[in-house]
């Protein structure tokens, strides 16, 4: 949950631009509409989430 809220809170999605969530032990891949990414980094690109700097990057 804590993913979701910080992808909508901050990064400006919407609930519905998001998809399934992959959560591995140091890690987590988020399936997002590929319209909105560009969008997402920039608002993300210094944030942090429980006080860890968030390193996002897309997966191919």
Do not use: P, Q, W
Not at 14 to 23: A, C, T
Not at 44 to 49: G, H, T, Y
């Amino acid at each position: 949950m804590d993913i979701v809220g910080f992808l909508t809170k901050t990064g400006g999605l919407k609930k519905e631009d998001i998809g399934l969530i992959e959560v591995k032990d140091f890690s987590a891949f988020v399936a997002v509409n590929r319209h909105k990414i560009s969008k997402l980094l920039a608002n993300i690109k210094e944030a942090r989430l429980k006080n860890k700097k968030v390193k996002i990057d897309i997966a191919k």
